[in-house]
């Protein structure tokens, strides 16, 4: 079953894409929402699915049902204002909650946060050497950077602890990666200067990708045991 959500989100995305490229403003908010839905159906039906990861799983529907909400306060937002700012801490929690979910998998260890401050390095540098008006929420982005690259450091640490669970492992880690790609696409969207509006679909294809990899791995085995 959640394999049809996640064709449904695909194609929602599909007219997501069209309708933004040909200013159909209004559709663009439905189907961003729709395709969003779709990925928390599709973790839904994991969860239900497979008993034996309710721990993970659990916390990774909760992180899908948050970045559901930072879509929808993104996608109503039009100044860069406090639909904005609840938007980030949306998606900052729902960081959070893969993380904790990917945690629950493979233990925490020092190689983790090096690995984080790694990715996070390379985060500032793009935040203070892009060409970006920040509009006076480099504070929140840099924190928001700092939660996205545990959970995509994280994630990439699963490889070790892979046997017996590779295909949730794989998708986990693919999803994070696409996660981290499609932030910094929309990063520079949303305060790059003299964008074109192609980056903004790819950052959805991207985004919905990631998303669906996912909400995919609820459906396989993620527990220790």
């Given at each position: 079953?959640?394999?049809?959500?996640?064709?449904?989100?695909?194609?929602?995305?599909?007219?997501?894409?069209?309708?933004?490229?040909?200013?159909?403003?209004?559709?663009?908010?439905?189907?961003?929402?729709?395709?969003?839905?779709?990925?928390?159906?599709?973790?839904?039906?994991?969860?239900?699915?497979?008993?034996?990861?309710?721990?993970?799983?659990?916390?990774?529907?909760?992180?899908?049902?948050?970045?559901?909400?930072?879509?929808?306060?993104?996608?109503?937002?039009?100044?860069?204002?406090?639909?904005?700012?609840?938007?980030?801490?949306?998606?900052?929690?729902?960081?959070?909650?893969?993380?904790v979910?990917?945690?629950?998998?493979?233990?925490?260890?020092?190689?983790?946060?090096?690995?984080?401050?790694?990715?996070?390095?390379?985060?500032?540098?793009?935040?203070?050497?892009?060409?970006?008006?920040?509009?006076?929420l480099?504070?929140?982005?840099?924190?928001?950077?700092?939660?996205?690259?545990?959970?995509?450091?994280?994630?990439?640490?699963?490889?070790?602890?892979?046997?017996?669970?590779?295909?949730?492992?794989?998708?986990?880690?693919?999803?994070?990666?696409?996660?981290?790609?499609?932030d910094?696409?929309?990063?520079?969207?949303?305060?790059?200067?003299?964008?074109?509006?192609?980056?903004?679909?790819?950052?959805?294809?991207?985004?919905?990708?990631?998303?669906?990899?996912?909400?995919?791995?609820?459906?396989?085995?993620?527990?220790?045991?």
């Amino acid at each position: 079953m959640y394999l049809i959500f996640e064709v449904l989100m695909l194609f929602s995305m599909g007219g997501l894409i069209f309708a933004f490229q040909g200013d159909f403003s209004g559709w663009v908010i439905y189907l961003k929402c729709l395709s969003s839905f779709f990925f928390v159906l599709a973790g839904i039906c994991g969860y239900i699915r497979t008993k034996q990861n309710r721990k993970i799983s659990g916390t990774m529907l909760a992180a899908l049902v948050c970045s559901m909400a930072g879509d929808v306060f993104l996608a109503l937002d039009k100044e860069e204002g406090i639909l904005f700012v609840l938007g980030v801490a949306s998606f900052a929690f729902a960081h959070i909650m893969f993380a904790v979910s990917f945690s629950r998998i493979s233990s925490v260890a020092k190689g983790d946060l090096l690995g984080m401050l790694l990715i996070f390095a390379v985060e500032v540098l793009i935040l203070c050497f892009g060409n970006f008006e920040f509009k006076g929420l480099f504070p929140v982005l840099v924190g928001y950077a700092a939660i996205i690259s545990f959970m995509v450091i994280k994630a990439l640490s699963l490889w070790k602890c892979r046997l017996g669970k590779e295909r949730g492992v794989c998708l986990i880690m693919i999803g994070s990666v696409l996660f981290l790609i499609s932030d910094n696409l929309l990063l520079f969207w949303l305060f790059g200067i003299g964008i074109p509006k192609e980056l903004q679909s790819a950052n959805w294809l991207l985004y919905y990708l990631a998303q669906g990899c996912l909400s995919a791995a609820l459906s396989g085995k993620l527990s220790r045991n």
